[in-house]
């Protein structure tokens, strides 16, 4: 199996500054109070019926802002990131592309995630392979010469081989951000999502590589 990061250009990392620390809900349009249409308030009823209710949850837009002005890595650890909750997983396709424009700086972009495929349909993960595997392409064609080529992996191995992890991590470049459902703020229910924590303070990096490279358990399970 290859390792970890070795499809990437070995580059001098950029000390960053973090924003400062923040609590965050998606809301629905117009029952945000920030000017993005996101919220740093614990929604009210008429907030949440509006959420639940809708054919899609709006994303947390911050998030996506995060992800768009990325200079280096975006690592996301979610099995539900690309699942099929309300609408369909095209929606959600198509917020994440947005999130990625062909103009975006970033270029180490990892999703771990768990597989879709299921019994009826065994190509869904192959499937959305080849859509980013397309979409990286179009990234590259805007790249200077010189300038270091992006790589979209997809690994859907988290279930498999590191079932351990209940809650949902993504890293900006050194940014961590912590989410109690799905990383994007896609899900109808109420979640919050925290950011602002320095991934290298808190051994993010590390954990993530050791998701990442997990090799499935063989032998007698231990009790």
Known sequence: MKKFGTNIKAVDKI??????????????????????GDSNCFPNWHAILARKSARIACPLATFGEAMTQAQERIWVIDGYFLDLDDGNRQDRMAHIFAWLPETMLA?????????YNTGDNKEV???????FQEHTARINLHKSKGAIQCAIEVRFTLAQNFNYVHDRFAIIDDEL??????????HS??????????ASD??????????????????????
């Open 107 to 115: 270029y180490d972009i990892k999703f771990l995630t768990k597989s």
């Open 125 to 131: 993960d192959r499937d959305l392979v080849t859509q």
């Open 15 to 36: 000390d960053r500054p973090v924003p400062e620390k923040a609590i965050l809900w998606a809301a629905q349009n117009e029952y945000g109070n920030m000017p993005n």
């Open 177 to 186: 951000w912590h989410f109690g459902a799905t990383v994007g703020g896609f």
């Open 189 to 198: 229910q109420v979640s919050a999502a925290t950011r602002g924590w320095r």
């Open 202 to 223: 808190h051994g993010a990096e590390e954990f993530f590589k050791l998701a990442w490279d997990a090799r499935p358990l063989t032998g007698k399970k231990q009790s």
